[in-house]
């Protein structure tokens, strides 16, 4: 099971952090992604970990102002979000794929999935 969290309002210009937490198992040799969903659009696909190198993949929308990371310790994935726009605005979810030697972005890939988490950045 996947757990996503961190979740909330915050005005234009703020930062969040998301996390997802893995329970149950450890995501090993896994690739965790966070994907968002806004109001009438489809799932977008954010960003991608490879747990066992720590490689990352960003969607072009986020890039330079989002940061994936992950804790060992923890069995934790972040999602730093900086320079927050409104059209960031989106539920975010987090997924994983077992045993990944790639980083996949498209949803059909994955084989987890988090219960989502409501970003709301206003203007």
């Known amino acids: 099971q996947l757990q996503a969290s961190g979740g909330g309002l915050v005005q234009a210009g703020g930062s969040l952090r998301l996390s997802c937490a893995a329970s149950?198992?450890?995501?090993?040799?896994?690739?965790v992604g966070w994907f968002r969903q806004a109001p009438g659009k489809e799932r977008e696909f954010v960003a991608v970990?490879?747990?066992?190198?720590?490689?990352?993949y960003y969607g072009d929308t986020v890039k330079g102002r989002f940061t994936i990371s992950r804790d060992n310790a923890k069995n934790t994935v972040y999602l730093q979000m900086n320079s927050l726009k409104p059209e960031d605005t989106a539920v975010y979810y987090c997924?994983?794929?077992?045993?990944?030697?790639?980083?996949?972005?498209?949803?059909?890939?994955?084989?987890?999935w988090g219960q989502g988490t409501q970003v709301t950045v206003s203007s």
């Open positions: 997924a994983a794929r077992l045993t990944s030697n790639w980083l996949p972005t498209v949803q059909s890939d994955y084989d987890y």
């Open positions: 149950g198992r450890t995501f090993g040799s896994d690739s």
């Open positions: 970990i490879r747990w066992r190198d720590g490689n990352t």
